[in-house]
Structure formats: structure tokens, C-alpha cells
């Protein structure tokens, strides 16, 4: 069955800093995968998604993932980090009928 | 552009009594419609999905059911609610390229 691990339950990045969110998923076939964003409270927003082509995907915000079909992983990607994207952010791979498979999660705290 | 609306945006209900979430999607047709469950602390849990009109299809055994009785419109319910069916309930459509979330409705069952 296909599933996503997000290893990092939570994650504490200086404002300014880069960062690395990481994604592993199980999947048969190439995957459809994505990256979402959820501030408390509110709905999930898409930053990126990667469904085939060039394995470096820019998404919004000043996101980038990378597919690395080696490794089974998607990880989010972002140079400089501002105290906004502060946040949950959730891998997901398409299980087949746009049926999307979560990670856990990932809470990213921004320091000053 | 394509909108969802999803209300209410929270609910306190007692255990025992029915519920009904609302979800409706504007500016497409024949969308894709989904209902996932958010846990505390947990991750997304796909209930529902719906192809078409009146095609539901249910990924979970559970105490919760689900009706699309017109194109763009999506209802969760329940006949009686139990203390584990708290949690954060999102709403979303697709037509291709990812799911595009409401803005969630959060029940406590109390």
C-alpha cells in the first residue's frame, strides 16, 4: 500500500536560515507527489506538486522540491526561511484517483 | 476561479445527536469531491470520495456517511455522533493536478 513518512515531527529553523523538510514515500509506480501547507486552524494549501519531467519543482512562497527516485523521497526545500512560514507542512502521494496518502506532518518553529 | 466553501467552521455537538457538514465548490463542474478527517496531532485520513452524483465511495468503516446530491455539493453526516468523531473534517475537489482544500470545520463531540 502506498504511504509517506515524514520523519521529523517537528523542526526549529533561525529566521533567514535554509531549510530542509524530508519526505519518504512507498509507492509501486512513479508517484504523483506534493507538498502542503497548513496554518493552525485553516485549510491545506498546496505549495507544490511533482507528477514527472524535471525532478526539481519550484512551488510558491520560495519552495522547491526534489524528486529523487534513488532515494524514494520528496524533500521541501526553501533558501532563506521568514518567521511566516512558520506552519505544518504535509507530503502526499496520489494513491491512484487523485486519492492523496499523508504524512504525519511536520511542524516548522521559526526562531528569531 | 474555483472556490469551496465549507461551514460551519466549528461545532460543538453532544455525543448522541446527528450532524451535517456542508461543502460546496464553485467555478468547475463535475469536480472530484473528498472528505478527510485531521486528528490531533495526526495526519489526514481520507473518509469519502465522490466521482459523480450520488457515487460515493467510503475508505473507512465508520460512524459517519456521506451524500452528493447535486454536482458541486458534498454533505457529511451522521445519525449519532461518538466522542471519537471530534477532530478537524476538510472538504476538498480536484479535476486534476491536487486536491484544493475548504477551510475546515472543527468538531468537538463532548
Known amino acids: 500500500a502506498q504511504s509517506v513518512t515524514q520523519p521529523d515531527i517537528h523542526i526549529t529553523v533561525s529566521e533567514g536560515a535554509s531549510l530542509e523538510l524530508r519526505c519518504n514515500y512507498s509507492y509501486g509506480a512513479t508517484p504523483y507527489l506534493f507538498w502542503y501547507v497548513q496554518s493552525p486552524g485553516q485549510g491545506l494549501q498546496l505549495l507544490l506538486k511533482y507528477f514527472s519531467g524535471d525532478t526539481l519543482v519550484q512551488g510558491i512562497k520560495g519552495f522547491e522540491a526534489e524528486f529523487k527516485r534513488s532515494q524514494s523521497s520528496f524533500n521541501l526545500r526553501k533558501p532563506s526561511v521568514h518567521w511566516s512560514d512558520a506552519a505544518e507542512y504535509f507530503c502526499?502521494?496520489?494513491?491512484?484517483?487523485?486519492?492523496?496518502?499523508f504524512g504525519t506532518g511536520t511542524r516548522l518553529l521559526v526562531s528569531p | 476561479s474555483q472556490t469551496i466553501h465549507q461551514w460551519p467552521a466549528t461545532l460543538v455537538q453532544p455525543v448522541g445527536s446527528p450532524l451535517s457538514l456542508e461543502c460546496t465548490v464553485e467555478?468547475?463542474?463535475?469536480?472530484?469531491l473528498y472528505w478527510y478527517r485531521q486528528a490531533a496531532g495526526r495526519g489526514l485520513q481520507l473518509l469519502f470520495y465522490?466521482?459523480?452524483?450520488?457515487?460515493i465511495s467510503s475508505e473507512v468503516p465508520q460512524n459517519l456517511s456521506a451524500s452528493r446530491p447535486q454536482d458541486r455539493q458534498f454533505i457529511l453526516s451522521s445519525k449519532k455522533l461518538l466522542l471519537s468523531d471530534s477532530g478537524f473534517y476538510l472538504c476538498?475537489?480536484?479535476?486534476?493536478?491536487?486536491?484544493?482544500f475548504g477551510s475546515g470545520t472543527q468538531l468537538s463531540v463532548l
Open positions: 465522490s466521482v459523480g452524483i450520488g457515487q
Open positions: 476538498a475537489w480536484s479535476v486534476m493536478g491536487g486536491l484544493f
Open positions: 502526499a502521494v496520489d494513491a491512484g484517483f487523485q486519492k492523496l496518502v
Open positions: 467555478g468547475t463542474s463535475n469536480p472530484n
